[in-house]
């Protein structure tokens, strides 16, 4: 973290926060005859926990219909695992989130903090999540009651991500289409449009090899087109063709004017290049 600190001292603020462990505590509720929604933890659902193995979030998914359903990505670049960055990621999903489970669609999550990949089990992109009751009142309130629990699960793959003292988007952004392809190559599973959020300030330390190192840059519309022309150029972030892109985390931190304005030019620049829809 010191060699981290000593390339952004005069610009650039910490990228990461100490790693917070998550609590895994069991609970069971029950509502008349229709099982209460739940939360995802890192053992499992919470409320049907196992001690080992992937979550079961089954509770919130239902069969996909004949015709498929959207892709909901979301990609995090996590800079800062403090609760209240984790809460201020899961509030800014939550809308996606309620979408998702009013319309039917595939989740999937991918997190890194400039260390590996990190995939969610509840998030895999392989079942569609959707709240459907035959009442509409229940049907309402259930489904507001998982969209805040499968935030708590955004908000605990943040907490848990071990910061590193480098990192960027550009791995994210490199891999929309692979992720994209990933799901459509599973088996039962027929997705259809995709929306892409991405959470991240912009404001990468990957080293000189990464595209979106900004370190010592300073802020202007010229830097950051150099910068994310070099990106498409040297192949390391594609055209994600289709693919919705919608940009969450720029300028929600603690990042200073001179910051925030690089990280408007490159989101700007970006969305010209890697989607017709972006945003």
Known sequence: MTHRLSLRRALWPPRGAALVRRLAPLIAVSLLAVPALTACDPGGLLGTAKASGPPDCKIYQEKTPKDGAPLLLVLLDVTDNSAATATRVASRVQPYLDAALRDGSYIRLVATAGGPMIYSDCFH???????????????????????????????????????????????????????????????????????????????????????????????????????????????????????????????????????????????????????????
Do not use: H
């Open 125 to 279: 992109g392989d079942q569609m999540f959707q709240v459907k009751r035959r009442n509409s009142a229940r049907e309402e309130k259930d489904r507001a009651a998982a969209s805040k629990a499968l935030g708590t699960e955004i908000s605990q793959v943040v907490q848990s991500t071990k910061v590193g003292p480098t990192g960027s988007a550009t791995p994210l952004l490199a891999g929309i289409n692979d992720e994209v392809a990933t799901v459509r190559a599973t088996p039962g599973v027929k997705a259809t449009a995709v929306t892409a959020l991405v959470w991240s300030d912009l404001l990468g330390t990957g080293g000189q090899a990464d595209c979106l190192n900004v370190d010592g840059k300073t802020a202007s519309v010229t830097i950051a087109e150099a910068v994310v022309k070099r990106c498409f150029e040297t192949g390391q972030i594609r055209s994600a063709g289709a693919t919705r892109v919608r940009f969450i985390g720029v300028n929600e931190g603690s990042a200073d004017r001179p910051q925030q304005e690089l990280a408007r030019y490159l989101k700007g620049e970006l969305c010209r290049r890697i989607s017709s829809d972006c945003d």
